[in-house]
């Protein structure tokens, strides 16, 4: 008997504004999807792109990137640069095959915890519909190392 | 030939009047279509210069070489357009000081080959303003027009063949100019961010790091891509992501050595039409 597929999506989020945000979602009583895994860090702009690898390298089938509004950043500007990143190592995913669908990004202030709910819902049935990730986990496979996540 | 000759007698002018210490050039190589870098110090070793259209390493990593310039005395060094690009970024990013660079410029076309104007970085922004404007039309890959073509899956499985065949030789660093890193990220091993094993995962891994570490900054000079010993064409990856950083950025890497790096700076009105 197979099970259905649960996607495995790991979250960065920034502990200003997205972490705040899920942490008024979950005071708020609101219920979101189980299949994000949060990993808090003190600002998107510490968001190294080999954070995302690693997700992915450890089995994820999606990983969302979240932080702070422009302009809203606690260190003024981690965002911008962080912005900057992304868009090109967003186009180096998609251009080496790795579907922008997989990687989301986005902002969250502290005030949104219903964003934060309905965005974590939404990425998880997007990804639900894309399956899981078997190109990567056949890669995964290879390497005699087990994907952890 | 003739820009050969007038080379050489500039090279033995400068070393004699002490106005450079060294200067860095072509030599004969195993084949002869293959060329070697030289050290030119004496009157002697300029002799040995070689200056054709088999010329088409990009010289300026030697620049960066632990030692070399901490003199402050200067340093000549034979450069096609790219590699005046790499000066300016090294410089950019604080390798080196423009200053202490004399270059010989060159470039060809066919197989003739003609000498630059100038002698500094400065000299030559006008040239290279030119080039950012009318990319020379030798860097249209078909094969490029054919990945842009495929759907994720497809790209996906065209590049893990391609990566499949890495041996992480680590030959593409070596040869490029701007990984100049005493410690790149795939030697740290605290955390390791980087499969190290030769297997396609690793590889990909590898790849997709190397080509985000030069984003904004490779000069497409294609001493990577010659120098991949089981030929991955690198080349490609590296002119996409050029493109990303003009298109996104209006960036042309390498324009002056004043120029801020396009992954270290920001706009606030930056695109963000992909975040959510
Ligand atoms: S990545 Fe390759 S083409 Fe770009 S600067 Fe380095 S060696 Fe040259
Ligand atoms: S030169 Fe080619 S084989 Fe060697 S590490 Fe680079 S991509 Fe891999």
Redesign the pocket.
Known sequence: MSEPFEPKIVAFVCTYCTYAGADLAGTSRLKYAPNVRIVRLPCTGRISPMFILKALQKGADGVLVSGCHPGDCHFTHGNYHARRRWMVFRALLDFTGISPERVIFSWISAAEGSKFADLINSVTEDIRKLGPFDQYQQLIKETESPATL | MITQEKYRTTVKELLANGSIKMAIGYRPGSTSDRRRPLFIRTSEEADQLVLDSTCITNLSGYLVTEGLLSDEKRVGIFLRPEGIRSINILAAEYQLNVDQIIIFGFDFTGREVRALQGQTTGDFSALLSEIRENPPLATKEPLLERIEKMNAKERFDFWQQE?S?????????Q?CPMCYCRRCIVDSNQPQWVNTSSHTLG?FE??VV?AFHLSGRCVQCGN?DR????N?P?RLINQRMAKEVVDGFDHFAGLSPTQEPVLASFKKDDTETFIL
């Open positions: 990566f065949r890495c041996i992480k030789c680590y030959a593409c660093r040869a590889n590898w790849n190397r990577c120098a991949c010993p089981v991955i690198l």
